[in-house]
Nanobody, 124 residues
Framework: QVQLVESGGGLVQAGGSRRLSCVAS????????MGWFRQAPGKEREFVAA????????HYEDSVKGRFTISRDNAKNTVFLQMNSLKPEDTAVYYC?????????????????WGQGTQVTVSS
């Protein structure tokens, strides 16, 4: 069992930056593919960014490419999402996710564990 706890959400002005963190319990964090998803009001939860177990490869949803960066620190059981040049359309609850069934976590059906979510609100 893995527990994921996100932090770092809040209110930010358009064009600003925010860094989300997700700390995982357990001693096998380095075996998990990690990802970030988000859900805006009235919309389905969607993929944002993924990072493989070693951290050597990442993948991003098209609308965040060049603005968001996912990274991980396996020694600290933590995955990060650095968000720059934020836009009002980035407003959502952001969820950390983990999977030990895939190498790259890009789809909701591949997720084994979810965090509780952290709200990010971007004002115009």
């Amino acid at each position: 069992q893995v527990q994921l706890v996100e932090s770092g959400g809040g209110l930010v002005q358009a064009g600003g930056s925010r860094r989300l963190s997700c700390v995982a319990s357990g001693r096998t964090f380095s075996r998990y593919a990690m990802g970030w998803f988000r859900q805006a009001p009235g919309k389905e939860r969607e993929f944002v960014a993924a990072i493989i177990q070693s951290g050597a490869s990442t993948h991003y949803e098209d609308s965040v490419k060049g603005r968001f960066t996912i990274s991980r620190d396996n020694a600290k059981n933590t995955v990060f999402l650095q968000m720059n040049s934020l836009k009002p359309e980035d407003t959502a609850v952001y969820y950390c996710a983990a999977s030990n069934r895939v190498v790259e976590l890009r789809y909701r059906f591949s997720v084994d564990y979810w965090g509780q979510g952290t709200q990010v609100t971007v004002s115009s």
